[in-house]
C-alpha cells in the first residue's frame, strides 16, 4: 500500500530543512555583526587599498628610477644613461647581464610572485581554524607597513637593489593582507543583523537563504569598494602636496613618489590599530587531532586541488581569474611605466592620471553596483560585460603597428582617455569578481579557499611582468606587450562564460559538508 503524507508531515519536513539550511550558514562565533566592527573592516580596507594604490602608480616609477639613476646608455655602456629623453633606451648591470631599468621592476615582481605563492599555499588555510585570521593579517600588515615607510630613507641615487628588495616585501606582504581581508567578507555576510534575521526565520527556504546572502556580500563588497577608493582619493592629495617639495639635485628624481608612498604607509599601520580594537577574531574550528600549523596548510591546500573536479565550476572560476587579474594587474604598470618613458609625462601628469583612475573607479565601483541592483542582472554576467569592455584598452593599442596612423597610445591624451575607461571598469570589476567567488565558497574554509583566490591573482602575476621584460629586453616593437594583453583578456572572457554559478553553489556546499563530517570523525577517532 502506497504511503501518504499529511499538510502537517510536509509542514515538519519544510520546517527541518529550513533548520538544515540556516544550519550550514552558522560560524563557531555567530555574534551579530556590529557596526562598529563593519566599520573597523571598511578603514583597514581603504587604508590598505591607499598603499596598493602605490604599489600601482608610484612603485613601479621609483624602482624604474632608481635603476636608470644607475644605467648606461643601450648603445653605449661606458655613457650613463639620459633620463631627460622621452623614450630613452638605457640598461642596468646585474650580475654580468644588462637589462632595460623597467625590466629590472618587472623581474622584481616576478620573484615577489614566487615568493608569495609559497606564502599564500602555506598560509590560506591555516587561517580558517582557530583564531589566526585576524592575528595574521595584523602581522603580515605591520612588516609591509615597515618596509613601505623605508621608501623615504632610500636617498641614494644608486640604491635601486634596496628599493627593489622594499618593493618585493611590501608586495607580499600586501598581496597576504588581501587574503585575510577577504577571508572576513563571507562570515561578515553570514553574521550581518540582515541576513540573521532571515536565517532565524522558520519560514526561510534555502532559496531565500542564498538570495540574501547573495545581496548582503553584494552590498558590503560594494560599500567596501567605495571605502577603499575614497582612501586612494586621501592618499592622492597626500602625494599631490608632496608633489610641491621640491627634491635636492641629491636626492633621486621620484622622491616626491617614495616620501608619499611612506606617508600613506603609516596609515596602514594605524589601520591595525583600529582593526585590533573593533574587529572580533570570528574563529574557525581547531586544527585536526595530529596536525600541525606548519604543514597543515599546505596539505589542505593541495587536497583542494585535488577536489577540483568537485569544485569544477570554483576552480573554472579560478582559472578565468588568474588570466584576467593578470590582464589589468600588467595593464596598469604597463600604462604608468609607457607614459613616463614613452609619452614623457611629467610627475604632475603621472599624478593627474593617477587621480583620473581613482575617481572614476569610485564612480564605477557605485555606478556598476546600481545597474546591477537596478537590472537585477547577476554577478557573473556583470564579470562578462566588464570583461568585454576591458578587451578595448589593449586592443586600441594596436594601431600603434600602423606606421601611417597616429594612433595607438602615441599621444598624451589617448592614455588618459584608456585611464579612464579603466577606472570605471576596476572597482565594479574586483567588487564582482570577489562578490562570485566568495558565493561559491565551502563554508567555513574562506580563507584556504580565499588564498587559492590570491594565488591564482598573484601566481599569475609573474606572466605578464615576465613577457613585458622580455619584449623590453627584446627590443621588439613594445606595441607587442599590447597584442599580449588583448589575448590574455580574451581567454578569461571564454572561460569566465562556461561557469554555471547555480551549480557551482550547490558543489560548494556539497563539499563543505563532506568535508566537516570528515574532520568530525577524526576528531571522534
Not at 116 to 124: E, I, K, N, Y
Not at 420 to 433: A, P, W
Amino acid at each position: 500500500m502506497a504511503e501518504t503524507t499529511t499538510p502537517g508531515d510536509d509542514k515538519a519536513v519544510a520546517i527541518a530543512d529550513a533548520a538544515d539550511a540556516a544550519a550550514e550558514f552558522t560560524d563557531i562565533d555567530a555574534t551579530p555583526v556590529a557596526s562598529s566592527e563593519l566599520r573597523a573592516w571598511y578603514v583597514f580596507g581603504s587604508f590598505t587599498d591607499s598603499v596598493s594604490f602605490c604599489f600601482a602608480f608610484f612603485v613601479s616609477l621609483i624602482v624604474e628610477s632608481l635603476g636608470a639613476s644607475a644605467a648606461f646608455e643601450s648603445s653605449d655602456h661606458t655613457v650613463p644613461c639620459n633620463t631627460t629623453v622621452t623614450g630613452y633606451s638605457c640598461v642596468i648591470p646585474i650580475n654580468g647581464a644588462w637589462i632595460d631599468p623597467s625590466s629590472f621592476y618587472f623581474y622584481c615582481v616576478t620573484f615577489g610572485t614566487f615568493l608569495q605563492l609559497l606564502l599564500f599555499v602555506g598560509m590560506g588555510a591555516i587561517a580558517d581554524h582557530g583564531n589566526w585570521r585576524k592575528k595574521f593579517m595584523l602581522g603580515f600588515s605591520a612588516v609591509g607597513a615597515v618596509a613601505c615607510i623605508l621608501f623615504a630613507a632610500v636617498t641614494d641615487k644608486e640604491g635601486y637593489m634596496f628599493g627593489g628588495i622594499l618593493a618585493i616585501i611590501g608586495m607580499v606582504c600586501l598581496g597576504a593582507t588581501y587574503v585575510f581581508i577577504y577571508a572576513f567578507l563571507p562570515p561578515l555576510a553570514r553574521n550581518h543583523p540582515d541576513f540573521q534575521a532571515v536565517s532565524s526565520d522558520p519560514s526561510s527556504t534555502k532559496h531565500d537563504l542564498l538570495a540574501k546572502l547573495d545581496f548582503v556580500t553584494n552590498k558590503i563588497s560594494s560599500t567596501a569598494f567605495v571605502w577603499m577608493y575614497s582612501g586612494t582619493v586621501v592618499a592622492l592629495i597626500i602625494a599631490v602636496a608632496l608633489d610641491l617639495f621640491i627634491v635636492p639635485d641629491s636626492l633621486p628624481t621620484d622622491y616626491a613618489f617614495q616620501l608619499a608612498t611612506a606617508v600613506i604607509s603609516v596609515g596602514w599601520l594605524i589601520g591595525c590599530g583600529v582593526v585590533y580594537k573593533y574587529m572580533r577574531d570570528r574563529p574557525g574550528p581547531p586544527l585536526p587531532p595530529g596536525d600541525n600549523v606548519v604543514f597543515f596548510s599546505f596539505k589542505k591546500v593541495f587536497k583542494s586541488f585535488g577536489k577540483a573536479g568537485k569544485l569544477s565550476n570554483l576552480f573554472t572560476f579560478l582559472l578565468g581569474w588568474f588570466f584576467y587579474s593578470d590582464s589589468f594587474g600588467t595593464l596598469v604598470n604597463v600604462s604608468v611605466l609607457w607614459a613616463q618613458t614613452q609619452l614623457g609625462f611629467s610627475t604632475t601628469e603621472i599624478l593627474i592620471l593617477a587621480a583620473e583612475v581613482q575617481l572614476t573607479a569610485l564612480i564605477g565601483a557605485y555606478g556598476w553596483n546600481q545597474i546591477q541592483t537596478r537590472t537585477k542582472i547577476a554577478s557573473k554576467n556583470v564579470v562578462v560585460i566588464q570583461n568585454c569592455i576591458y578587451i578595448l584598452i589593449p586592443a586600441w593599442g594596436l594601431l600603434g603597428f600602423v606606421p601611417s596612423i597616429s594612433l595607438g597610445y602615441k599621444h598624451k591624451i589617448e592614455l588618459f582617455l584608456a585611464a579612464g575607461l579603466h577606472g570605471l571598469l576596476l572597482g565594479g570589476t574586483q567588487s564582482n569578481c570577489r562578490s562570485l567567488f566568495s558565493q561559491l565558497l565551502p563554508a567555513g574554509e574562506e580563507s584556504q579557499f580565499f588564498s587559492l583566490y590570491e594565488i591564482t591573482d598573484k601566481g599569475s602575476s609573474w606572466v605578464g611582468p615576465l613577457v613585458v621584460a622580455a619584449i623590453d629586453d627584446s627590443g621588439a616593437n613594445r606595441s607587442f606587450v599590447f597584442l599580449f594583453l588583448t589575448l590574455q583578456f580574451i581567454v578569461s572572457l571564454a572561460i569566465f562564460s562556461r561557469v554555471d554559478v547555480v551549480g557551482g553553489i550547490e558543489q560548494g556546499k556539497v563539499f563543505g559538508a563532506v568535508d566537516r563530517e570528515l574532520e568530525a570523525a577524526a576528531k571522534q577517532a
